[in-house]
């Protein structure tokens, strides 16, 4: 049989261990099971539903502190980021427990005194939850988590690069009595992915690229099946010349360079008023000198690595085709000597134009290109000058100002200031080629239902 081999990239590519590659016959099992088994798990009701999860979680929180150093080994996150994964997304597990009755229950839509009419919100069946590496816990607990309590039964793909966590997250779910069927996982790179959509699925709930993305929408067309999509992007954050620049500088700094810079809704372009760029700069200088780019495991680390050589070769085409477009270093951290694996420096870039790969594509690393505006208007234009709309931010201490952008900004979430988009009450999702539909709130618990409509009279 096939295998999937685990590598540690903060630590020169060092075996982890391995997983066995699903096959074709096995995905089709799963898929037939969880067919097999949705109706009881639908019938259950929500309730039940609830109880048969609960224990779930108590089990991944009191294992976060082993998950938290197995994602660390894995995905070469700092340990202290790991940590702060494993513990906020067990609370997110706890915020899905305790508002998914109240999203989902029945809506009463008109009443008189001869009629009623209401909303039933009802599983769509099978859903196929496929999750990317970047945080190889949490996305599994946003996809798989709110689709079981909707009703939904669940096949799930982890991503390729983290089997290890999906093997830890497999067996926590196959450890409480769920009925056979209800969760299963399948284990592989992009083709397992394409054999399980193709299975007798009614939903595809997917996190990553926007390339996979689109093919997994076609999937879903020629089956005609609902898909939630959340893609990719390239977030713009529009810093205006009346801010504290050095407030400002941590902010920039802070969603930029979390995970190394891989995480969707980072910011990902960074547009200054030319008054101040330089100043910015400067304290984003300061800002990275000081943090530590090390050995994920030690407790000391700010900034650990990409997930694969893969990673940091495609960085690097990005950042060279840059410089040879005109693009200036600004700043650049030195990778000590002592470090084997997919480092890449953290990076500062100006001269920034539109040609360049920085600016039209997504980067997914400890790089940002910097770009200058002069007016409001053109700062609006420069957000705007992408194929994503995921995330954005404006930081401006005149608020009807920077309320004005926001409302001119094509993305599905805009956090002005110290906004932060991260709470669970909030839906999720973007424009563009960022995806289509919304997670998270009760909109992202409908968003995995039928919705019926119940008139009696």
């Given at each position: 049989m096939d295998k999937l081999i685990s590598t540690n990239p903060g630590n020169n590519y060092i075996k982890l261990g391995e997983?066995?590659?699903?096959?074709?016959?096995?995905?089709?099992?799963?898929?037939?099971?969880?067919?097999?088994?949705?109706?009881?798990?639908?019938?259950?009701?929500?309730?039940?539903?609830?109880?048969?999860?609960?224990?779930?979680?108590?089990?991944?929180?009191?294992?976060?502190?082993?998950?938290?150093?197995?994602?660390?080994?894995?995905?070469?996150?700092?340990i202290q980021q790991t940590i702060r994964e494993a513990k906020w997304y067990t609370e997110g597990f706890q915020w899905f427990l305790d508002n998914a009755e109240q999203?989902?229950?029945d809506e009463i839509t008109f009443k008189d005194s001869s009629s009623i009419n209401k909303i039933v919100y009802e599983p769509m069946g099978v859903a196929a939850v496929i999750t990317p590496w970047n945080f190889p816990f949490g996305m599994a607990v946003w996809g798989i988590v709110p689709n079981l309590l909707a009703g939904n039964t669940v096949v799930f793909k982890t991503s390729e690069e983290s089997p290890l966590v999906g093997k830890f997250i497999e067996k926590v779910f196959l450890n409480h009595n769920l009925p056979k069927g209800v969760f299963a996982e399948v284990y592989g790179a992009g083709d397992v992915g394409k054999t399980l959509v193709e299975n007798n699925i009614n939903l595809i709930w997917f996190t990553g690229s926007t390339f996979v993305g689109k093919f997994l929408y076609k999937t879903a067309a020629e089956k005609f099946i609902k898909v939630l999509l959340e893609m990719g992007g390239s977030n713009p954050c529009v810093v205006f010349e009346d801010v504290d620049v050095k407030i400002a500088a941590e902010l920039v700094y802070a969603s930029r360079f979390q995970n190394c810079g891989q995480v969707c809704n980072a910011i990902k372009r960074l547009i200054v008023h030319k008054s101040i760029a330089d100043s910015v700069t400067n304290e984003l200088k300061k800002i990275l000198t000081s943090k530590i780019l090390g050995d994920p495991k030690d407790e000391k680390t700010d900034i650990g690595t990409l997930v694969a050589k893969r990673q940091v070769d495609l960085l690097k085409g990005q950042v060279d085709d840059a410089l040879e477009k005109g693009a200036k270093i600004l700043y650049q951290k030195e990778?000590?000597?002592?470090?084997?694996?997919?480092y890449y420096p953290p990076t500062l870039l100006g001269n920034i134009t539109k040609d360049m790969r920085v600016w039209k594509e997504e980067v997914f690393g400890p790089v940002l290109p910097i770009m200058t505006f002069a007016t409001e208007q053109e700062a609006v234009d420069f957000a705007n000058d992408t194929l994503y709309g995921l995330g954005s931010r404006v930081i401006s201490n005149d608020k009807k100002r920077a309320e004005r952008v926001a409302s001119q900004i094509e993305a599905g979430t805009v956090e002005i200031n110290k906004g932060d988009r991260w709470l669970l009450c909030n839906p999720f999702g973007g424009y563009k080629n960022s995806g289509m539909g919304r997670e998270h709130g009760a909109i992202g618990f409908q968003e995995l239902c039928q919705i019926k409509v119940i008139s009696t009279g």
């Open positions: 997983v066995n590659i699903s096959t074709a016959s096995e995905i089709k099992q799963k898929v037939t099971q969880a067919n097999n088994t949705k109706t009881k798990w639908k019938n259950f009701g929500i309730k039940k539903r609830i109880e048969f999860l609960k224990s779930i979680y108590d089990e991944f929180v009191k294992r976060k502190e082993e998950l938290a150093i197995l994602i660390m080994k894995e995905t070469g996150k700092p999203s989902l229950k990778i000590p000597n002592n470090l084997k694996g997919a």
